[in-house]
């Protein structure tokens, strides 16, 4: 038994004799890579830019009183900044900014990284954490936390002694600096921006059909396209934003505020001019003005439908103009966006027609509470936020900047689409709100999902029920 | 064998090749998809062979996007990972099968409950504690839990190994005088090698590919390990596909390559091993 | 032999790193959700003790109904389909009669090796209700049956997403069944032979019951990823349309980071590692009770 079994054994050990060589001349090697990462990366590690944030010592509270060095301008500082700085037209406008930075404050670095597109996750467990860069975007789903946790820095003070001030459109003063409590978190650069409606003026003419001024036409243009194969409006509502600004196109009809008004409880969606407005919009869905498996669909896959010239008409934000310019090369004049939404009875499109789906959000550049010179670090947010705002308009056309651009030309040029939107602009009235900003956080949820049954195909009673639980629920 | 028969080898041999060609269409898609822009991605050409073959996406995947780098750490976390959790597994899974201690069993299920806790459960108490304890924003922070994530796996499958050895191996090394640790070193581990390919792959699998963890266990950019690398191939609205596609392409070829050569050790191995069991 | 058994240094020696290691990872965390999902918690100040507040507004959710619903289909699926393909699959590869069983193997695992997203962007575009494979393959086929897969309020959306997942990880458990038939000795299939088995018979008869702690493992697997679903529904519907394709993880990320309701997710979180714990317990007791030598 015993030599049976050491024989077994060692014939088990001689055929693993080679293989275990080689295991273990494979474990050697991948330990020498092993080392030499670490050493590279190491070395790497102190070669890169330090983070300026994580070695300062933190603030002690969120108010932070000067107490600093003299000439904090004159000492070399570097900032970690995070943005939007993923595709070409979000790092165009950046790398502008960046540069414009540096001539005014020629000491300071930006170490830039690109804000991650995760719903807000990561920036949450940052403000938990308490690891924040230097200066960031803050979105208004964030406000409250970072708050309370004393994370930021508030910019009150530093806003009202600075010339930039005088640089902002009035509007974005009023309605996007100062939060609830009075004090300024955030240097907004987007301002009031609204959901056009585009329509391509070649698919319309190519296929016989009128465009369209109120609901009864637009029913008939969509049963017309249908009938031709072709996608009145592609649309991406896998996400609920765009849906809401369908949604308002109808509700605004109803009341100026669309969906912030059914979240404030100020009218209930049995009522009857916004029930008409979701009976209309539910016909319209059934008849099959988006594309086939709408809810599934992205914000690439959409828009892609109507920048290739293959769909009638999209419903997207503003800065979509300056990438149809480069879809459309010479062709852009066929592309506009609706002056009056088609969304109410024949005779009655006059019915609260300056009402625009679209939002002046709150949020924009913030300061952490752990930046260096936190004095000079709120200024220089005031300048960056001014300089991102303009970079947009210099780089990729965007009209929308909180503020002022003048004295800078846009390198896109502006087709007639953004003259006209320049034009009609101040008779625009934008009292709603997009919906991930809802203020009230339950009903937006929940109201996004009601929204992506609606354009699965639920009926519009059942809609109205379930809104108006919603609504009762969340007040 | 009857015609009917013979009918359904055929039917089934072209279901095994016809399920063959299924299987690795996502890699040629990948590729293709790596080497298209957005608009024939989505629109024009999504299932076929690419138009042009855009091979600026994957230079601007690496020199704009931090490619190497993230590459780079997703190597190192992910190497060092899983020699500790075979380290450590191995030691445990061999002790709870073979070694005779009190709560013996009660101390394995309690390991194997982290086979069915999904990360999001334990993310922002994890992060936290990662701060407090002073690793955040380091390797080790992504390390230490992705070696307790996957003790739960490895230790599975290693006690089922130990189990199904002869103890008779083990008593006559004991009678012939050796230690437990020599018994431990020079005669199980050797033993156990198909099992040790198996976790390498699958831990490998599970820490290459990982996201949420390393979404919000680190912050600078620095650290970051691949999937989060391509996170930032996506902007507020819209996101550049084809770089990204190229930033996966190079994010599989380590797997597909740790596949390939550890595949055959597996097949090498267990011939051995069942050789010699009769 | 006591002697070599009972051994407490090298007990500790062989034990303690990887349970202070998990312990210090898996267990403490835990318990801090645990104690959370006792609070109304935004996850960030200090929360408010409420009891079991959370865990009788969590029965009372329709949408806590729904993504049981959708984690319960999803784990018979990935079984029914990754355990029945995976077995099929894994024994025709051990055959050495089979022609290109090696390509073949290497090619079914594939799949797994990818990374989700590419996966959910592939099918993502089979599924296109407008040029997508499947309904091009029944326009091909001369039927008008269209199927707008991912956008239907029932079950459809939900059956969809999880196809996505069960084909993608067959080859893992494929891996895993391959590898313990590969460990059954030889000798059995030799007495079967003899006596005149064909090979279904065998297969029937002695490789599949002597799978079962393998396929033990393997259940576990695809239950518990069914009940835990997460990433396929996240990247391909983001939960919809609607909720219809909620899983339980998911109902959790959303109270927690979209909703700031961090002490619900906690207990939702609780919730779900109890429903994993009691269907793993279940699946221990009543198969492969017995320890399987040869």
Redesign the interface.
């Known amino acids: 038994m015993k030599t049976q079994l050491s024989h077994k054994l060692i014939l088990l050990r001689g055929n693993q004799n080679m293989s275990k060589n080689a295991r273990k001349s494979i474990y050697a090697i991948l330990s020498v890579m092993l080392v030499i990462l670490l050493a590279a990366c190491g070395s790497n590690n102190n070669a890169s830019s330090p983070s300026a944030s994580s070695d300062a010592p933190p603030a002690s509270s969120a108010s932070v009183e000067p107490s600093e060095s003299a000439s904090p301008d004159a000492e070399p500082v570097t900032y970690t900044l995070q943005i939007h700085y993923s595709t070409n037209d979000e790092k165009g406008p950046a790398d502008w900014a960046i540069a414009e930075m540096k001539k005014l404050y020629p000491n300071v670095t930006f170490e830039v990284t690109p804000q991650l597109n995760d719903n807000g996750e990561s920036l949450k467990a940052r403000i938990a954490t308490g690891d924040l860069p230097d200066f960031f975007n803050l979105s208004p789903q964030h406000f409250d936390s970072a708050i309370q946790t004393g994370s930021i820095l508030d910019l009150t003070s530093v806003w009202e002694q600075s010339d930039a001030k005088s640089r902002m459109s009035q509007n974005a003063i009023d309605t996007q600096l100062k939060y609830t409590d009075g004090k300024i978190w955030a240097i907004p650069g987007a301002g009031a921006g609204i959901d056009p409606l585009y329509y391509n003026k070649k698919v319309f003419a190519d296929n016989g059909v009128k465009v369209p001024t109120n609901y009864p036409e637009f029913l008939e243009a969509v049963k017309t396209f249908n009938s031709k194969g072709i996608v009145t409006i592609p649309i991406f509502a896998k996400e609920a934003w765009p849906i809401g600004a369908f949604f308002d196109m109808f509700a605004m009809r109803a009341h100026p505020k669309g969906m912030l008004a059914l979240s404030n409880g100020e009218i209930k969606a049995s009522d009857p001019a916004m029930a008409d407005a979701i009976h209309k919009m539910a016909e319209i869905i059934k008849a099959g003005v988006f594309q086939k498996g709408a809810t599934s669909t992205d914000y690439d896959t959409a828009r892609a439908m109507f920048h290739q010239g293959k769909a009638a008409m999209l419903v997207n934000g503003e800065w979509d103009i300056g990438e149809m310019v480069k879809s459309f090369g010479d062709d852009i004049g066929n592309i506009d966006f609706m002056d009056v939404y088609p969304t109410t009875d024949p005779g009655k499109e006059d019915l609260n027609k300056d009402y625009r789906p679209g939002a002046a959000e709150m949020g924009g550049i913030a300061v952490s509470a752990k930046a260096k010179n936190p004095e000079f670090a709120k200024q220089v947010a005031i300048a960056l936020a001014e300089k991102l705002a303009q970079g947009n308009f210099v780089k990729v056309g965007r009209i929308d900047s909180t503020f002022s651009v003048d004295g800078l030309t846009s390198e896109i040029e502006m087709p007639e689409m953004t003259k006209k939107l320049l034009a009609n602009k101040p008779s625009y009235k934008v009292e709603g709100t997009v919906e991930h900003s809802l203020p009230n956080k339950k009903f937006a949820t929940g109201f996004g999902e009601l929204l992506q049954k609606l354009v699965a195909g639920e009926s519009a009673e059942d809609f109205i029920k379930e809104v108006d639980k919603l609504q009762a629920e969340t007040r | 064998m009857n015609i009917l028969s013979k009918a359904g080898g055929v039917l089934f041999?072209t279901f095994?090749?016809v399920?063959?060609l299924i299987?690795?269409?996502?890699?040629t898609?990948?590729l293709f998809?790596s080497l298209k822009n957005?608009?024939e991605?989505?629109?024009?050409n999504?299932?076929g062979f690419p138009l042009h073959l855009r091979i600026e996406n994957y230079v601007q995947a690496i020199t704009k996007h931090d490619i190497a780098l993230y590459f780079?750490?997703s190597?190192?976390v992910s190497?060092?990972s899983i020699?500790f959790v075979l380290?450590?597994?191995l030691?445990?899974s061999?002790?709870?099968a073979?070694?005779?201690?009190r709560l013996k069993g009660a101390?394995y299920a309690?390991?194997?409950?982290?086979?069915?806790?999904?990360t999001?459960?334990?993310?922002?108490?994890?992060?936290?504690?990662m701060?407090d304890v002073g690793i955040?924003?380091s390797y080790s922070a992504l390390i230490?839990?992705y070696?307790?994530?996957n003790?739960?796996f490895s230790?599975?499958i290693f006690y089922?190994f130990f189990?199904?050895i002869?103890l008779?191996?083990?008593?006559?090394?004991?009678?012939?005088g050796a230690s437990?640790?020599r018994i431990?070193l020079r005669?199980m581990l050797?033993?156990v090698?198909?099992a040790v390919a198996?976790v390498t792959?699958?831990a490998f699998?599970s820490v290459w590919?990982e996201?949420p963890l390393a979404?919000?266990l680190i912050?600078?950019?620095?650290h970051k390990t691949l999937?989060?690398g391509?996170?930032?191939?996506?902007?507020?609205?819209?996101?550049?596909?084809g770089p990204m596609?190229a930033a996966?392409v190079i994010?599989?070829i380590p797997?597909?390559l740790l596949?390939?050569v550890m595949?055959d050790?597996?097949?090498?191995?267990?011939t051995?091993?069942?050789?010699?069991?009769? | 032999m006591r002697n070599f058994k009972h051994n407490p240094t090298a007990t500790s020696l062989f034990v303690l790193p990887a349970i202070l290691t998990f312990s210090a990872v898996v267990t403490y965390p835990l318990i801090s959700t645990l104690l959370k999902s006792f609070y109304e918690w935004d996850g960030i100040t200090e929360g408010t003790f409420i009891g079991f507040d959370n865990f009788t507004r969590l029965f009372r959710d329709d949408l806590f109904y729904t993504s049981l619903r959708n984690g319960i289909i999803f784990a018979v699926i990935l079984t029914v389909f990754q355990l029945g393909l995976g077995t099929i699959m894994a024994l025709t590869i051990i055959n050495s009669k089979t022609f290109g069983r090696n390509a073949l193997r290497r090619a079914y695992f594939i799949p797994v090796v990818l990374s989700v997203t590419v996966v959910c962007q592939l099918w993502l575009s089979m599924y296109n209700p407008g040029y997508g494979l499947f309904n091009k393959l029944f326009e091909f086929a001369g039927l008008s049956y269209r199927q707008d897969w991912l956008s239907s309020m029932g079950v459809t959306s939900i059956i969809a997403v999880t196809m996505v997942a069960s084909w993608q990880s067959m080859g893992y458990q494929m891996a895993l069944i391959y590898a313990g038939a590969k460990s059954i000795p030889e000798h059995f299939y030799e007495a079967a032979k003899i006596d005149g088995a064909t090979t279904l018979q065998t297969h029937m008869k002695i490789t599949i019951p002597l799978l079962a702690e393998t396929y033990k493992i393997c259940l576990i697997f695809c239950i518990n990823a069914g009940l835990n679903a997460f990433a396929h529904m996240q990247i391909m519907t983001k939960g919809g349309p609607g909720t219809s394709t909620y899983s339980l993880t998911y109902m959790m990320t959303r109270s927690a980071f979209r909703l700031d309701e961090y002490g619900y997710g906690c207990a939702i979180a609780v919730t779900l590692v109890l429903q994993c714990l009691f269907v793993t317990l279940l699946i221990n007791r009543f198969i492969a009770r017995e320890r399987l030598t040869y």
Not at chain 2, 23 to 27: D, T
Not at chain 2, 168 to 176: G, L, P, Q, V
Not at chain 2, 265 to 270: F, N, P, T
């Open positions: 041999r095994l090749w399920y063959f299987s690795l269409y996502p890699l898609y990948l998809f957005n608009d991605i989505f629109y024009t999504p299932l780079k750490n190597l190192i190497i060092v020699l380290a450590l597994s030691m445990f061999y002790a709870a073979r070694l005779e201690w101390t309690y390991v194997l409950l982290g086979l069915f806790i999904p999001q459960v334990i993310l922002i108490p994890l992060a936290v504690l701060r955040a924003n230490v839990p070696v307790a994530f003790l739960s230790s599975l089922g189990r199904t002869p008779e191996i083990e008593e006559s090394a004991y009678m012939d437990i640790y431990f005669i050797p033993l090698k198909p198996t792959i699958f699998l590919n996201f979404l919000i912050t600078d950019n620095a999937p989060i391509l996170l930032s191939f996506s902007g507020q609205f819209s996101t550049e596909w596609g996966m994010s599989s797997m597909i596949y390939l595949g050790q597996v097949e090498k191995a267990l051995v091993g069942s050789a010699v069991k009769g």
